[in-house]
T-cell receptor, first 116, second 121 residues
Framework: GAVVSQHPSWVICKSGTSVKIECRSL??????MFWYRQFPKQSLMLMAT?????????EQGVEKDKFLINHASLTLSTLTVTSAHPEDSSFYIC????????????FGPGTRLTVL | AQKITQTQPGMFVQEKEAVTLDCTYD???????LFWYKQPSSGEMIFLIY??????QNATEGRYSLNFQKARKSANLVISASQLGDSAMYFC??????????????????FGKGTKLSVIP
C-alpha cells in the first residue's frame, strides 16, 4: 500500500508555456500533499504544502502565482508551472501523507522538467 | 543552524558487509519523528524506516535498522548485508511535533543533504 503516482515523468517545453504535473495517491486518501523541487546532487526543497479543499501554503521565496497548486480531492493534487523559463528546469517530486501517528510521507516518482 | 546533518557526502561498502549512515538532528520539540529515505538514480524517494521520539526500542525493517540515541540526538541508519541494489542516495529527515495532534493535515519534513552510498561487488 501507499503508492503515489506522478504524471508526466518527464516533459520538455518551450519557454513561456505552462506545464501541469499531476500527483495521485493510488491506494489511500491523502490528508496532505507536498511539492518539492530538487536540483542535481542536492536535497529536496519544499515548495508548498496543500490540504484538500484549502489553499496551498507556500514556502518563503516560492512564487505562488508561478507555481499554481490545486488539491481538488483527497487523491489528487496538481502543480502548474506557469510561463515556464529555463531556470524552472528541475526535478519536481510530490509526496502524500494520510496522517496518523507516524505521519509518513510517500513520494511519487518525480517529474523532470526541461524548459528550452 | 541545520536541523538535520548528514556528515558523510559519500560512502563505500563491500557487498554483503554492513554499513552505518550517520544522521544528527536538532530540535527543541519533545515529540518528533525521524525518517530515512532512499533515492536511487531513477529519482523516486523510497521510504525505509521511521523512529518516533517516544519509541523506546530502535526501529527495524528487514535489513534496515535505526540506531536511535536520543541524548546524543542521532539517528543513524544501519544497513546489514549490503546488496548492489542498495547503491543510492540516502536522506535522513525529521518531522517535528505530532503526539496528541488531532487536527487535519500533516507536518513538514526537514531533509538532510544526503549520503551517496556505493556498494562494491
Amino acid at each position: 500500500g501507499a503508492v503515489v503516482s506522478q504524471h508526466p515523468s518527464w516533459v520538455i517545453c518551450k519557454s513561456g508555456t505552462s506545464v501541469k504535473i499531476e500527483c495521485r495517491s493510488l491506494d489511500f486518501q491523502a490528508t496532505t500533499m507536498f511539492w518539492y523541487r530538487q536540483f542535481p546532487k542536492q536535497s529536496l526543497m519544499l515548495m508548498a504544502t496543500s490540504n484538500e479543499g484549502s489553499k496551498a501554503t507556500y514556502e518563503q521565496g516560492v512564487e505562488k502565482d508561478k507555481f499554481l497548486i490545486n488539491h481538488a480531492s483527497l487523491t489528487l493534487s496538481t502543480l502548474t508551472v506557469t510561463s515556464a523559463h529555463p531556470e524552472d528546469s528541475s526535478f519536481y517530486i510530490c509526496s502524500a501523507s494520510r496522517g496518523g501517528a507516524k505521519d509518513t510521507q510517500y513520494f511519487g516518482p518525480g517529474t523532470r522538467l526541461t524548459v528550452l | 543552524a541545520q536541523k538535520i546533518t548528514q556528515t558523510q557526502p559519500g560512502m563505500f561498502v563491500q557487498e554483503k558487509e554492513a554499513v552505518t549512515l550517520d544522521c544528527t538532528y536538532d530540535t527543541s520539540d519533545q515529540s518528533y519523528g525521524l525518517f530515512w529515505y532512499k533515492q536511487p538514480s531513477s529519482g523516486e524517494m523510497i521510504f525505509l524506516i521511521y523512529q518516533g521520539s517516544y519509541d523506546e526500542q530502535n526501529a527495524t525493517e528487514g535489513r534496515y535498522s535505526l540506531n536511535f540515541q536520543k541524548a546524543r540526538k542521532s539517528a543513524n541508519l544501519v544497513i546489514s548485508a549490503s546488496q548492489l541494489g542498495d547503491s543510492a542516495m540516502y536522506f535522513c529527515a525529521m518531522r517535528e511535533g505530532r503526539r496528541g495532534y488531532s487536527g487535519a493535515g500533516s507536518y513538514q519534513l526537514t531533509f538532510g543533504k544526503g549520503t551517496k552510498l556505493s556498494v562494491i561487488p
